[in-house]
């Protein structure tokens, strides 16, 4: 296809591909965005969800009330299954139908990443991980419900594994999962029950490295393991686990009995690499070009957790910034190659600098030179994070929010809901007979 | 069971349990309050959830957080199976076990009530139900994705279905989910579909009695009827549905096809008549005397939506306001009789008023011989349901959310959220060897 409207499609409405969309909202290409949840996510406040501070609804917005006001981006909910990069199309799984194609004339993918047991899929089972808002909530229905379970429990030899969270994987993920469970359990829970006491709960972080937020610098690591402790969280550096089973872990030779074991190690780049059959570095991540796009197809650019790029000598790291820069060069790129404008200079990221919060009032920032730990850190980190919430009535009700747990220590959301199976007008549900490939356009 | 501190067992934490529980608070009775949620569910505003205006974390608190300061009160997650009347106790099936029996001096059943197909349990699969959260997400998610739907399907003749959304039954929650859901497509998602037009949207709203909201004046539900009209809600009143299936429904002999019908008709009682073996009326609640005790058993009382009392000569309703001042008086009781004061007068309902909401800013509201339909009726319907919202944080994050939905369209909590089915340490994951009765006390 190619006519006077050339079509961007975008997989992915993360960071990325929201960042491209709206690079892309004023052109006169027609843009699809096509993603399997009908929400974008801020990621970085997930564990506030998963620890009851927030509301799914505080931290996910439809990326079609984003993209609104934008009249030539039509989004599409589905599951892209495979790239043709030969005919231009992807094939879309959507709600009641599968392969539906779509066809492009330039395709980004911005796909994301999944978690990695490294080898280990059989730990997903006991060991779940944190990438959705379905992963967050199971997470807070299952640290909650062990605190119910213990109290229901009279007899308190049996409250220690109950009562005992491991986190496998001390990046910045497991360190601010952690910090706000030891919080959760000394401010918000302390009080509420009688038989007994949250604040014996054990929380325990793991981690093969030698230090907690290896990324950042020695020093500001040495900070946050600190205030870890003093958060009461036990920190094991220098092995992983050996082995994770319905009542507990091994590391390093020692038997951890605890019924809640949460993955926060390992990222796995999502399938894009295999749609295109393309170059990966060893992580799985699809090389791209200095312009973001795929060895000999400059018509696909592929960025953020999907993308492998180095930058003087370093990968860049797979964060929110460099996904949502990258995704605003690949707008802008298409943008000036429909026009006819001469190519921009190489995609170069800008390190705005990095953070993470330890509990209530601390975090370490990273910034250049600049670095940072403590209450100033965490004003920032706090200043920051509202301003990204991409929705301005998020931003009210999640301030409203953090001022109130501050204060009181109270969580927002602390509800365990056994929701129902996904009703029948889910793909999974529609009888084979109801679903036939359906082209597009 | 009886010695110095008598125990106090309440069955459910709606309305009328916590209300009991709140007013036994200062005695020196063991109170236990069992639930099969850990929280507490503002019913009212359950709607809200189901049509994305609010979180679920909104209408939802932690009923071990409500309590947490009532230092003889406590709260047990787990569903109650059997009454043992002669034994005086129950059998609670608790997260990972079976048949823990909790023994009580004396009982309040305050179990409330669930859907009533009206003998057709078949149209359940077709039509959910609204009772708790699980509900409330399940119907957001499946409005949400028929919208998805439709906009994925080029066809315009394929969007008839998809666009038609059936609710049935006319009583307040039918009503004000009509009117929610005609606000949704006209305001909050007119502008962001490229392919199909939200406000075509058909919204049909059945009921076989002659009138909307038939417990309130003749005047009023007319009121209703006419600004359900307004918002371009089909009414169709004098006949229910004959039969419902996945394409829809039948009606007085017509074929509605939709793919989104929802069940807002039919009350059934919860089983606290059959753990009883107590007479009931024709609906299934228990008869109780007039100090809310069940026939026989001065120890145990019954309230809220499970108990049936008349009172000048009509059957009380199965709103909120009744079972709290039932709550408060059944613990009051039970106070006094601990503290061998003497029995007070039999219960008697102070009716304040009915009110529900038609939409933005008109709602209709009795109170005696007042009537009222509007904006002010919808101010008043505001004013006390924030009032009412059990925690203060609930209050200002649903206040903010209202104030923004009024002025800009603007949901705050439209995701469609694919959860994970129940994690292993549920109850009903458990195996069942794991399981054992265990004797409480």
């Given at each position: 296809m190619s006519d006077a409207t050339p079509r961007v499609v975008i997989v992915g409405g993360g960071f990325g591909?929201?960042?491209?969309?709206?690079?892309l909202g004023k052109t006169n290409a027609q843009v699809i965005l096509i993603d399997r949840q009908n929400h974008h996510l801020f990621q970085p406040l997930l564990y506030q969800v998963a620890t009851s501070v927030l509301s799914p609804g505080q931290i996910g917005s439809p990326i079609r009330g984003i993209l609104r006001k934008q009249r030539n981006t039509t989004v599409l909910l589905g599951e892209v299954t495979r790239v043709d990069s030969d005919r231009r199309c992807v094939f879309v799984n959507s709600l009641d139908r599968e392969g539906v194609v779509v066809e492009y004339d330039y395709l980004i993918l911005a796909t994301g990443a999944s978690h990695s047991y490294f080898g280990h899929d059989e730990f997903e089972r006991f060991a779940p991980g944190l990438k959705n808002l379905a992963d967050a909530v199971a997470i807070r229905n299952r640290v909650l419900k062990a605190f119910e379970q213990a109290e229901a429990e009279e007899d308190p030899r049996r409250h220690g594994d109950l009562l005992t969270f491991v986190l496998v994987g001390a990046g910045p993920t497991g360190v601010e999962m952690a910090s706000a469970m030891?919080?959760?359990?000394?401010?918000?829970l302390r009080a509420e029950f009688r038989r007994i006491d949250p604040t014996s709960a054990r929380i325990v972080l793991v981690d093969m490295g030698n230090r907690v937020l290896a990324t950042f610098s020695e020093k500001l690591s040495a900070a946050a393991k600190h205030r870890l402790e003093e958060l009461?969280?036990?920190?094991?550096?220098?092995?992983?686990?050996?082995?994770?089973?319905?009542?507990?872990?091994?590391?390093?030779?020692?038997?951890?009995?605890?019924?809640?074991?949460?993955w926060t190690a390992g990222v796995a780049p999502s399938p894009a690499a295999k749609w295109l059959k393309a170059a990966t570095d060893r992580a799985g991540r699809v090389r791209v070009e200095p312009d973001l796009t795929a060895p000999g197809h400059p018509e696909i650019f592929v960025i953020g957790d999907t993308a492998s790029l180095a930058q003087d000598g370093r990968p860049l790291p797979g964060v929110a910034q460099v996904a949502m820069q990258q995704g605003r060069y690949a707008g802008t790129l298409i943008h000036r190659r429909i026009g006819g404008q001469p190519k921009p200079r190489p995609f170069r990221y800008f390190d705005k600098g990095n953070m993470a919060v330890v509990g209530k009032g601390f975090a370490v920032l990273e910034s250049g030179r600049l670095g940072l730990s403590g209450f100033l850190a965490w004003m920032a980190w706090a200043a920051v994070h509202l301003e990204f919430l991409a929705q301005s009535s998020l931003?009210?009700?999640?301030?409203?929010q953090w001022v109130w747990t501050y204060l009181?220590?109270?969580r927002g959301s602390r509800l365990i809901v056994n929701h129902h199976a996904s009703v029948s007008n889910d793909v999974r549900a529609a009888s084979p007979s109801e679903r036939q490939p359906i082209e597009t356009r």
């Open positions: 591909g929201l960042a491209a969309a709206k690079a030891a919080d959760l359990v000394s401010r918000a009461g969280v036990e920190v094991r550096l220098g092995h992983g686990v050996d082995h994770i089973d319905a009542d507990g872990v091994m590391v390093a030779g020692e038997r951890i009995a605890s019924k809640t074991v949460i931003r009210v009700s999640v301030f409203v009181t220590g109270q």
